[in-house]
């Protein structure tokens, strides 16, 4: 069996107290420089690896945050994860990932698995803004908690976008395109998110097409429901100029169901999306789409939390961001391009 190097062994190949090695390998200051190099070219030589559950009992942290998804396999996920871990990583701290498969009951179990975890702090996109309240305020009344694109609770800090803005560059671009009768493709408005959306997409559409309200399609942010939702539509007469889609892989699933059914995009009906993932433009054609600026979103949540864990009890912070309009062929009227 392998011996297992120990804090004692890095001592006695280094010439020094077992101490001094402790003081070095947890960052302390104070310590001779020309020891400090003996020590850590000790441990580096004989591959000693600091125990982090001891270290951690010492220093009553873990090093670790916790990140709770609805759903993984929303290309918009994968990205904030990445954005996440390389901050975290930057920051000291390791992430500890899990999917809640946009279940509430789930979500819920996986909040108190990571509290056992004793993890230093928690970021969350929640499955529903309502349903998810509860345990996201239990899960805060133990350590620092930042919602992440999603919320639940207002008086939480948060990190999202700037719901308002985007949809109002996204109805300014069809309006300089001459649309003027709109369906909208969206999930439940137990999603934060989606509920914002809508509402924006009201405001700014219905003054411009009052039947609108008749031609909503309420399901969620799946490619399967944009599939069923566009058939719903093409079932319609006449077709609207335009269905507008709540994410990507809603409107994904509504460009395959119109291409099935032979009807040109954007010549007889034109199709958006939002969040701007990889999908938006592996489809045939290229979305439009508000592209969300997952790295700032990912970083400043991290920076967020990794404030509320230093300094306890400070009052709530919020940041929206701004997205950004992205025009492609799937919304671009011939000799229309703005």
């Given amino acids: ?53 001891a270290r951690a009992l010492r220093r009553q942290s873990t090093q670790t945050v916790g990140l709770v998804v609805p759903d993984i396999t929303n290309p918009f996920f ?38 056992a975890h004793q993890v230093d702090g928690l970021l969350i996109s929640v499955c529903d803004r309502i349903a998810s309240r509860h345990a996201v305020r239990l ?46 493709i969206t999930p439940h408005t137990g999603i934060s998110t989606g509920k914002e ?36 539509i093409i079932a319609q007469d006449p077709l609207p100029d335009v269905i507008v889609c709540a994410n990507d892989l809603i409107a994904v699933g509504a460009v395959q169901a119109l291409r099935e059914a032979r009807i040109d995009i954007p010549g007889q009906i034109a199709v958006t999306g939002f969040d701007d993932t990889v999908l938006a433009v592996a489809t045939h054609p290229q979305l439009t789409t508000i592209r969300q600026p997952l790295g700032e979103l990912g970083r400043e949540a991290v920076s967020m939390l990794c404030a509320a864990i230093a300094q306890p009890g400070e009052p709530p912070r919020l940041a929206v961001l701004r997205g950004e309009l992205i025009v492609r062929g799937s919304s671009r009227r011939h000799g229309l391009d703005r």
Avoid: K
């Fill in 78 to 115: 994968p990205a904030i994860v990445q954005a996440v871990e390389g901050t975290l990583r930057n920051a000291g701290f390791s992430l500890l990932l899990c999917d809640a498969g946009n279940d509430v009951v789930a979500e819920t179990e996986l909040l108190g698995n990571l509290l």
């Fill in 139 to 184: 899960a805060a009344s133990h350590l620092p908690v930042v919602q992440i694109d999603r919320c639940a609770l207002a008086d939480m800090p948060y990190v999202g976008l700037d719901q308002a803005d985007a949809m109002a560059q996204l109805a300014g671009h069809l309006r300089a395109q001459d649309y003027r009768t709109f369906a909208y």
């Fill in 1 to 53: 069996m392998s011996h297992t190097v120990t804090i004692r062994d890095v001592a006695a190949a280094a010439g020094v107290s077992i101490a001094t090695v402790s003081r070095v390998l947890s960052g302390m200051d104070g310590v001779n420089p020309e020891l400090a190099a003996r020590v850590e070219a000790a441990a580096t030589r004989l591959g000693y690896r600091a125990n982090r559950v």
């Fill in 197 to 232: 959306r809508l509402e924006e997409f009201m405001r700014h559409c219905e003054p411009l097409d009052p039947g609108v309200g008749g031609r909503i399609y309420t399901g969620d942010f799946s490619m399967d429901w944009g599939y069923e939702a566009a058939q719903r």
